[in-house]
C-alpha cells in the first residue's frame, strides 16, 4: 500500500500535514505583511529617503558651522564677522554709524 494515499492518511498524519500547512501559511502572511515584508518595502524606502535628506540637511548646517568656527579663529579672526557679532550680541556701534530698528 502506498503511503501518500490520502485515503489512508492516520490523524496523527493529517494533524501534522495541517500543522505544516498552518506554519507556511504564517510565513507566507509575514513575507506579505510582517515589517520587513513585501507591503512594507514601500514605506522603507520612503522612510530611507526622508532620512538621507535630513542628514543632507545635517551635513550642510555642520559646514556652515565649521566655517563660522574657522572665521572666528582667535589667531586669525575675520573682522567683518567679530564686528557683526559685537553689533548683535553687545549693542555696540561706532560712533558714525546709524541704527535702525526694524520691528
Not at 16 to 44: D, F, K, R
Amino acid at each position: 500500500m502506498p503511503r501518500n494515499d490520502p485515503t489512508l492518511l492516520t490523524p496523527k498524519d493529517k494533524l501534522v500535514q495541517m500543522g505544516a500547512l498552518g506554519w507556511l501559511l504564517v510565513l507566507g502572511g509575514l513575507s506579505l505583511a510582517g515589517p520587513s515584508g513585501v507591503l512594507a518595502w514601500g514605506e522603507n524606502l520612503r522612510l530611507l529617503d526622508k532620512r538621507e535628506d535630513q542628514i543632507a540637511q545635517l551635513k550642510a548646517e555642520r559646514d556652515e558651522l565649521q566655517n563660522r568656527v574657522a572665521l572666528l579663529d582667535p589667531n586669525k579672526a575675520d573682522p567683518d564677522l567679530v564686528g557683526e557679532l559685537l553689533r548683535k550680541n553687545l549693542n555696540v556701534v561706532h560712533q558714525d554709524e546709524v541704527v535702525i530698528k526694524l520691528d
